[in-house]
Structure formats: structure tokens, C-alpha cells
């Protein structure tokens, strides 16, 4: 046997340091770590609270009529072939006049890019903004795929703070204080993940007017449109275009509830058309045609999708969330060592407080987090990974059942690993 190329000095093997610090904050790589914890011994069924995938449920399947839309266009031999950078024109166009109807004016086939899901979305204009200096601020907690992502293209992130006691609204003042004349665009996310919470009429019309004071663009983030289900409807921030130009970002994956499909889209809500004076847009079209296409498929499956889709399957599933949200809620009440600053209202998330002095023998939300896993088969994403230590954030978009197996488990896991003073029953 030839060793020869023991002797070779191998150029290659270094790790981009972008890329280690991107996985830093990989809220992925942490939760699918959770699951390699779980006792695979264990007869109870997993209850996976630790990520928002509904579709693996019954209760949260797919409506027929998006089903039926993608083997059409699967069997039609029409979508076999590659799309054009922003995606196929009608598709585009479904995508357009379907996010019209929530807004004051018309959005046009030219105002659309699709991409492979949202987080495809989020990894273009991360990369787009990366021009040398610029920063852009982020929530926290917030969704740390956009952390990730600005640190691989070398993009400066700064976090302002959501306020729980405020049912999570942004810190208009602390977003004028960390913004400098190098900051481009701030990030929203509604309705919210990881906090639950939907922004109001009045407070998305402040955050607007604090964008153009500072003359900066809004990247609303809004995979979760129209997954409202307490008091305050969903309002698209592009209702607000005329205040700031917005890019609004969202896709199928969680109305429709097919996550796995990966069809997203960037829209340019800006009546004025500043990102087209700026070459925003044209700098977005450049980026995809280097990037990878949403399938063709699924694209040509678009129009269909929207237009066929009726509102009873989005009744159904929202008063499905609505009831898990309420479980969830209740559930967490009745935990003593857990804090729940504000009732859940949209998206499919809850962030609850961990108060640490209950334990003993836990360190930290991570801690907690392997120790459940490992001993009641409970995977909960822990707060480290979206900026919030010793918080949890917690998933209701599973089946009610096991939801409640799920949460029961938890408190007793919380129970056994009170610290002694607490399970000291007061004379």
C-alpha cells in the first residue's frame, strides 16, 4: 500500500471563521442537539415543544386543495425546467395580488422575488446589505438565523430589546439610541417569534416613523401572517410603506402549513419606490441569480395554491392554535418556577422566565433543557439560544394531547428538581 500521501502537506482543512461564528448562533443546530439527548428507551412518545413544525399532525394537515395544486403542477410537464431569477412570472403574480389585499395600494409582478422558504429570504438580504460598516439591528430575542447569516457575509448586527412587560413591543427609544449613521435597516418580526405577540395598529405606525427619522429601511419579517388568534388582527407592515420603504419577507410555509415545500418571497411593499432610486432591488435580483431557485414545481403550484386554498382551512387551523395556545398557556400558570410575562396571540411560540434559585443541581436553561430531554423525552428550545439565558421558549403547534403530556412532564421534571426548600410542605 502506497502511503506517499502521509508525507503530503494538505492545504486545505481550515475552518472560515465567518462560518464559526454563524454557527454560534445556529438556534438549529441546538434544539436538533436536544434530540440527540432523548432516551430512546422511553415508551412515551417524544413531545417535540422545541421547534414550530405543525405539519407532522393531523390536526394541522394540509389543506386538499394545496395538495391537489402541487401534483397538478408535479404532473402537468410544464415545471421540469429552471425559473428566471425572480421566480416564474406567474407566480410572481399570484404572490402579488394575494398580498394586496391586506394593503392600501397594488403591488405588481416586478415587486416580487420568490426564494427557497423564508430563511432563503433572510439569507439574501443579509448578504445584499453587506456593504463595509453597515450594521442592522435585530430584535431580542429574536429568530438567530438572521445573526447567522450576518455574520457570514461580515454584515454588523446590533440587538435592541423587545419588552416583555409591554407584551413584547420593540424599544422605540432604545432603537434611536443604538442606530448610527452606518445602520441600514431594522429587522421586526409579526406576528412574533420567538415572544407570541402581535404588534398593533399604532405600534407598527411608530415603528415606521421611527425607520424614516433614522432613515433607515423596515425588513418585516412576517412568515407567520395572519397566524393571529387573540385580540389584535394581523397588519401587514407594508400598510406603511408610504412612511418607510419596506421589504416585506414571508411564504407558505407556515399559513399553509407546509414548511417542508420551501417557497418564500421577498416583496418590495415601498409605494414611493425607494428601492428601486437605491438599487436595493436590483442588488436582490443580482443575489438570486447567484443563489439557489425555489422549486419550479411548487412555484408553478402557486397560483393555485392561493386561489383555491379556502378561508374554513384557515378558520380551522387558527381556532386549532388558538386552543393549543390556551393549553399552553393554562398549563404554564400552574408551574411554579415559571413565569409567563405575556399570553401567547400569534405565531406558534410562547417565551416563559425560568427562575433559577427553585433549582438545584441545574445551572442554566441549556442545563434544564438536556436534563429534560434525557429524563422526560421534552425538547424545548432554551432561550441562550435566541439571546434570553435562563429563558425557554416553547412551541404549541402540536397535537393538544400531547401537548398536555408534554407540559405534565415538565412540571414534574420541575418538581423533582425542586431544591429542597421548596418541596418542604409549610406547617
Same mark, same amino acid.
Given at each position: 500500500?502506497?502511503?506517499? !500521501?502521509?508525507?503530503?502537506?494538505?492545504?486545505?482543512?481550515?475552518?472560515?471563521?465567518?462560518?464559526?461564528?454563524?454557527s454560534?448562533?445556529?438556534?438549529r443546530a441546538l /434544539?436538533?442537539?436536544?434530540?440527540?439527548?432523548?432516551?430512546?428507551?422511553?415508551?412515551?412518545?417524544?413531545?417535540?415543544?422545541?421547534?414550530?413544525?405543525?405539519?407532522?399532525f393531523?390536526?394541522?394537515?394540509?389543506?386538499?386543495?394545496?395538495?391537489?395544486? #402541487?401534483?397538478?403542477?408535479?404532473?402537468?410537464?410544464?415545471?421540469?425546467?429552471?425559473?428566471?431569477?425572480?421566480?416564474?412570472?406567474?407566480?410572481c403574480?399570484?404572490?402579488?395580488?394575494y398580498?394586496?389585499?391586506?394593503?392600501?395600494?397594488?403591488?405588481?409582478?416586478?415587486?416580487?422575488?420568490?426564494?427557497s422558504?423564508?430563511?432563503h429570504?433572510?439569507?439574501?438580504m443579509?448578504?445584499?446589505l453587506?456593504?463595509?460598516?453597515?450594521?442592522?439591528?435585530l430584535?431580542?430575542?429574536?429568530?438567530?438565523?438572521?445573526?447567522a447569516?450576518a455574520?457570514?457575509?461580515?454584515?454588523?448586527?446590533?440587538h435592541?430589546?423587545?419588552?416583555?412587560?409591554?407584551?413584547?413591543? #420593540?424599544?422605540?427609544?432604545?432603537?434611536e439610541?443604538?442606530?448610527?449613521d452606518?445602520t441600514?435597516a431594522? /429587522?421586526?418580526?409579526?406576528?412574533?417569534?420567538? !415572544?407570541?405577540?402581535v404588534y398593533?395598529?399604532?405600534?407598527? &405606525?411608530?415603528?415606521a416613523?421611527?425607520?424614516?427619522?433614522?432613515g433607515?429601511?423596515?425588513?418585516?419579517?412576517?412568515?407567520?401572517?395572519?397566524?393571529?388568534?387573540g385580540?389584535?388582527?394581523?397588519?401587514?407592515m407594508?400598510?406603511?410603506?408610504e412612511?418607510a420603504?419596506?421589504? &416585506?419577507l414571508?411564504g407558505?410555509?407556515k399559513?399553509w402549513?407546509?414548511?417542508?415545500?420551501?417557497?418564500?418571497?421577498i416583496?418590495?411593499?415601498d409605494?414611493?419606490?425607494?428601492?428601486?432610486?437605491?438599487?436595493?432591488?436590483e442588488?436582490?435580483?443580482?443575489?438570486?441569480?447567484?443563489?439557489?431557485?425555489?422549486?419550479?414545481?411548487?412555484?408553478?403550484?402557486?397560483?393555485?395554491?392561493?386561489?383555491?386554498t379556502?378561508? &374554513?382551512f384557515?378558520?380551522?387551523?387558527?381556532?386549532?392554535?388558538?386552543e393549543?395556545?390556551?393549553i !399552553?398557556? $393554562?398549563?404554564?400558570?400552574?408551574i411554579?418556577?415559571i413565569?409567563?410575562?405575556?399570553k401567547?396571540?400569534?405565531?406558534?411560540?410562547?417565551?416563559?422566565?425560568?427562575?433559577m434559585?427553585?433549582?438545584?443541581?441545574?445551572d442554566?436553561?441549556?442545563?434544564f433543557?438536556?436534563?429534560?430531554?434525557?429524563?422526560?423525552?421534552?425538547?424545548?428550545?432554551?432561550?441562550?439560544?435566541?439571546?434570553?439565558?435562563?429563558?425557554?421558549?416553547? &412551541?404549541?403547534?402540536?397535537?393538544?394531547?400531547?401537548?398536555?403530556?408534554?407540559?405534565?412532564?415538565?412540571?414534574?421534571? !420541575?418538581?423533582?428538581?425542586?431544591?429542597?426548600?421548596?418541596? $418542604?410542605?409549610?406547617?
Amino acid at each position: 500500500m502506497d502511503n506517499s !500521501c502521509d508525507e503530503v502537506a494538505w492545504r486545505f482543512g481550515a475552518v472560515n471563521p465567518s462560518l464559526e461564528a454563524a454557527s454560534a448562533v445556529s438556534i438549529r443546530a441546538l /434544539v436538533h442537539g436536544l434530540y440527540n439527548c432523548v432516551d430512546r428507551s422511553d415508551p412515551r412518545p417524544l413531545a417535540p415543544l422545541g421547534h414550530g413544525d405543525p405539519s407532522p399532525f393531523a390536526c394541522f394537515r394540509a389543506a386538499a386543495a394545496a395538495e391537489e395544486a #402541487v401534483a397538478a403542477a408535479a404532473t402537468s410537464g410544464k415545471y421540469n425546467s429552471y425559473p428566471t431569477a425572480a421566480g416564474l412570472t406567474e407566480a410572481c403574480s399570484a404572490v402579488a395580488s394575494y398580498l394586496s389585499r391586506y394593503l392600501p395600494y397594488e403591488l405588481s409582478t416586478g415587486d416580487i422575488v420568490l426564494t427557497s422558504g423564508c430563511n432563503h429570504a433572510i439569507e439574501v438580504m443579509m448578504a445584499v446589505l453587506a456593504t463595509p460598516g453597515a450594521n442592522v439591528l435585530l430584535p431580542r430575542p429574536g429568530y438567530p438565523l438572521y445573526e447567522a447569516r450576518a455574520a457570514l457575509s461580515g454584515l454588523e448586527f446590533r440587538h435592541y430589546d423587545l419588552l416583555p412587560e409591554k407584551g413584547w413591543e #420593540v424599544d422605540i427609544e432604545g432603537v434611536e439610541a443604538l442606530a448610527d449613521d452606518n445602520t441600514v435597516a431594522i /429587522v421586526i418580526v409579526n406576528p412574533n417569534n420567538p !415572544c407570541g405577540s402581535v404588534y398593533s395598529y399604532e405600534h407598527l &405606525t411608530k415603528i415606521a416613523e421611527t425607520a424614516r427619522k433614522l432613515g433607515i429601511m423596515v425588513i418585516s419579517d412576517e412568515i407567520y401572517e395572519h397566524c393571529a388568534f387573540g385580540s389584535k388582527p394581523f397588519v401587514p407592515m407594508g400598510v406603511f410603506g408610504e412612511i418607510a420603504p419596506v421589504l &416585506t419577507l414571508g411564504g407558505i410555509s407556515k399559513r399553509w402549513m407546509v414548511p417542508g415545500w420551501r417557497l418564500g418571497w421577498i416583496a418590495m411593499t415601498d409605494p414611493k419606490g425607494v428601492f428601486r432610486k437605491t438599487k436595493i432591488f436590483e442588488a436582490i435580483i443580482i443575489y438570486r441569480g447567484i443563489s439557489v431557485d425555489p422549486a419550479t414545481i411548487v412555484q408553478g403550484a402557486i397560483p393555485q395554491i392561493i386561489a383555491k386554498t379556502d378561508d &374554513t382551512f384557515f378558520r380551522n387551523a387558527m381556532n386549532m392554535m388558538r386552543e393549543a395556545a390556551e393549553i !399552553c398557556y $393554562q398549563k404554564l400558570k400552574g408551574i411554579e418556577c415559571i413565569t409567563c410575562p405575556h399570553k401567547p396571540e400569534g405565531s406558534m411560540f410562547v417565551m416563559v422566565k425560568l427562575d433559577m434559585s427553585y433549582f438545584e443541581g441545574i445551572d442554566d436553561d441549556i442545563n434544564f433543557c438536556t436534563k429534560l430531554a434525557k429524563e422526560e423525552s421534552v425538547v424545548i428550545c432554551p432561550g441562550s439560544g435566541l439571546g434570553m439565558k435562563n429563558w425557554l421558549r416553547i &412551541t404549541f403547534a402540536v397535537d393538544p394531547s400531547l401537548l398536555e403530556d408534554g407540559l405534565e412532564r415538565l412540571k414534574s421534571f !420541575c418538581l423533582r428538581h425542586a431544591h429542597r426548600k421548596q418541596k $418542604q410542605v409549610p406547617l
